[in-house]
Nanobody, 115 residues
């Protein structure tokens, strides 16, 4: 069992930045795969960025060059640095972990990009 708690969402103007964090109940370096997903109203939940236990990262085309996923060993958190935000980035962002055959989700955090 893995508990995930997101934080860091909010409202920002286009071009601004936000950093999301996901605190895990176990060492994040023992988790096989972690990712950030997002879901806009009326749309499916899509992968934004992911990182494997060995540190390999991947990104959706829509966020490449703007978002960075990384792990903070001191805080045992997974983070998503989001720069150059656009209105189309508005969504609820969810942290995800795959561990020992189970898939776990956080409760989500709202990100709103609006002028």
């Amino acid at each position: 069992q893995v508990q995930l708690v997101e934080s860091g969402g909010g409202e920002v103007q286009p071009g601004g930045s936000l950093r999301l964090s996901c605190a895990a109940s176990i060492s994040i370096f023992s988790i096989n795969y972690m990712g950030w997903y997002r879901q806009a109203p009326g749309k499916q939940r899509d992968l934004v960025a992911a990182i494997t236990r060995l540190g390999s990262t991947s990104y959706a085309d829509s966020v490449k060059g703007r978002f960075t996923i990384f792990r903070d060993s001191a805080k045992n958190t997974l983070s998503l640095q989001m720069n150059s935000l656009k209105p189309e980035d508005t969504a609820v962002y969810y942290c995800n972990a795959v561990f020992n055959g189970g898939k776990y989700w956080g409760q989500g955090t709202q990100v709103t990009v609006s002028s």
